[in-house]
């Protein structure tokens, strides 16, 4: 993976006010938005992901490393929607209702649009009905639900089984502290992640299956 780019080292390190510097210097250069995205945006926040997975980086400087990113996107985001440039993927995530928690799921759209996934989060304490009419609305592919209350979980449950009997077929993924691939079984979500290092991989995994 490529981190010897001066963007790519500038947001694996978070040094988010040299990002937008760095992006214009790539655009002077003669570089589109989407081939910045791909060789130097995607390949950081894989190492970014990496480096969390290996317990070489931790949670602070892992949303360091994401806000920078997000200095990025702010310049390039514009840019890809003039050229009519489209994510290969979207995806809706969001907080189930009765929980407030969002760092974990901040993390995960983070992550995702770093991977060039188009990101629709709807935020904290979001009920069933909410995630039908998203996913319907935009089509979405991906949806990534989270929990960090054991008291929350049925309401995760609640959630996949409201999308289903709404005849959706998004991948839905779930994730948060108490969380296991067991859980995701048995409500009936595609997969789990145990945290935002290893959400892109196992996102990927299921939107190509």
């Not at 060789?39 to 070489?56: C, D, R, T, Y």
């Amino acid at each position: 993976m490529n981190d010897s780019h001066p963007l790519s080292a500038a947001i694996i390190a978070g040094k988010r006010k040299e990002v937008p510097e760095l992006v214009q210097a790539c655009i002077s250069a003669g570089e589109s938005a989407q081939f910045i995205v791909e060789n130097h945006l995607v390949p950081a926040m894989a190492i970014v992901g990496e480096k969390f997975k290996n317990n070489e980086i931790f949670v602070p400087e892992m949303l360091i490393a994401a806000r920078a990113m997000k200095e990025a996107l702010k310049i390039l985001e514009p840019m890809l929607v003039e050229a009519g440039v489209v994510a290969e993927f979207n995806a809706v995530i969001g907080t189930v209702e009765g929980d407030l928690h969002d760092i974990g799921k901040n993390l995960v759209a983070m992550m995702w649009k770093g991977a060039n996934i188009d990101v629709i989060d709807l935020g904290v304490n979001v009920p069933p009905a909410k995630f039908v009419e998203a996913i319907r609305e935009h089509n979405a592919k991906l949806v990534g639900l989270s929990a960090l209350l054991t008291t929350t979980m049925p309401a995760m449950r609640e959630t996949v089984k409201a999308i289903r009997e709404a005849g959706l077929t998004p991948k839905i993924m779930i994730g948060g502290a108490p969380i296991t691939s067991e859980y995701a079984n048995e409500i009936g979500a595609d997969g789990y992640a145990s945290d935002a290092g290893s959400a892109v991989d196992a996102a990927m995994a299921l939107l190509k299956s």
